[in-house]
């Protein structure tokens, strides 16, 4: 297997995080990873951020409907879209796939929290000041695995077809 299929088959959503500081090799990589993504007409609306102020984690766990464990965390990725590109959507999600894989490559576990039409979008989006133009796509919290689960996976033969659906 390649060093690319192995990051990917290995990443694992992490919720249990070591009290370990990212280093700035890895959150610069990410980043730069994360710019790197497919975008429609290279449009590249997005702006990605990060938190690591354990006051702040603790106010965006207490927004987030499914990420309270974004508190524990050493640090979180946030990515927005600019509203008005007609596929920010589709392209911060690609951004968010390459921000977390590379984090991977790092060996730092993350766990894609979503942002897009979250009730809480809006607050996290105004405590981390960015202008109203763009809108949450997704929250990335991210460190060192305190702990990792293997969820099964479907059998590749019970979800793919080729040419048609049968």
Known sequence: MNLGVTIIKGRRSVRKYKDTPLPEEAI?????CAKFAPTARNGQPWVFGIVQNRETLATIA??????KF???APACFAVFGLRDEKFYVEDCCAA?????LALWSYGIG???VAGDKMDYAGDVR????VPDEYALVSLIPAGYPQEMTIPPKKE?????FREEYK
């Open 28 to 32: 610069h990589h990410a980043f730069d």
């Open 62 to 67: 207490g927004l987030a409907t499914h990420g």
């Open 70 to 72: 974004i508190k524990d």
């Open 96 to 100: 968010t796939e390459n921000l977390i």
């Open 110 to 112: 993350s766990c894609w």
């Open 126 to 129: 105004a405590l981390l000041k």
């Open 156 to 160: 590749l033969e019970d979800i793919i």
